[in-house]
């Protein structure tokens, strides 16, 4: 049985945009994984619930984002219900055990991930790999979970191997950073609507 290389990339995506797919591109390349999973959360627990979109069509718009026959998106954590990292790949890792995986996120969460459920086993389970992000990167490289973990620290020239080296390993890409940010579509999306609203219903709307 050969082993699949597998980078999971849990996240809101609320919705997908062009950074998901371009760190999963760069995590494709340059771990040299067979897949990424996109594993489409169904509450992030420490974001409010009353702007998120419904699960399924956030699933949705991530298919049409995806765009990538190695990028999968998936509805795992529905599936499994958990909602916290640490329980899903508990579940998770033995339902495939011909599998090597690889947790992905960008750099704003490596700032945050001390707040996550049982976050430190979540270092001990599955290797991490960090893309940076425009105005998080550097900070958070001296921050609480990078300080905590600080010797198990992985080059980037070590990147091929790093699916397979026993955790806690984790690498930081030092990649030229994407601006996509679902914070920044939804904010762009809203305006849009208060000026399509603002005008007045005797006045033809010019779209
Ligand atoms: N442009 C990007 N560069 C690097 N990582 C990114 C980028 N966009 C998203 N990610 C990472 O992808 C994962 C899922 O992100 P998420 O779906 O929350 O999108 P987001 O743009 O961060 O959303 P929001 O702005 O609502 O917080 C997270 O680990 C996040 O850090
Ligand atoms: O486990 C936790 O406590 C936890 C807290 C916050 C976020 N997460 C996970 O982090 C991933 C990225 O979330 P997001 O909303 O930043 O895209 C996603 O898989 C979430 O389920 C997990």
Redesign the pocket.
């Known amino acids: 049985m050969s082993t699949r290389r597998i980078g999971l990339l849990?996240?809101?995506f609320n919705p997908a945009h062009e950074g998901h797919r371009y760190i999963s591109l760069l995590a494709l390349k340059r771990l040299c994984l067979h897949e990424v999973w996109w594993?489409v959360?169904p509450q992030?627990?420490?974001?409010p619930r009353d702007d998120m979109a419904p699960f399924a069509d956030r699933i949705a718009a991530a298919r049409r984002s995806a765009g990538h026959p190695r990028i999968r998106v998936t509805a795992i954590e529905k599936a499994l219900g958990t909602?916290?990292?640490?329980d899903t790949l508990r579940a998770l890792l033995p339902r495939f055990p011909d599998c090597r995986f690889v947790w992905l996120?960008g750099a704003d969460?490596l700032g945050q991930i001390w707040e996550?459920?049982d976050w430190q086993r979540i270092f001990t389970l599955v290797p991490i790999a960090i893309f940076a992000r425009p105005s998080y990167s550097y900070d958070v490289l001296s921050g609480k979970a990078a300080m905590r973990f600080a010797a198990d620290r992985v080059w980037e020239s070590r990147a091929r191997n790093l699916v397979h080296m026993d955790p806690p390993a984790w690498m930081f890409f030092h990649t030229r950073p994407h601006q996509g940010s679902a914070t920044r579509i939804r904010a762009y999306r809203a305006a849009a609507n208060k000026q399509f609203l603002a005008i007045p219903a005797d006045e033809p709307a010019n779209i």
């Open positions: 849990g996240g809101s594993m959360s992030n627990p420490l974001k909602v916290y990292t640490a996120m969460n996550w459920k």
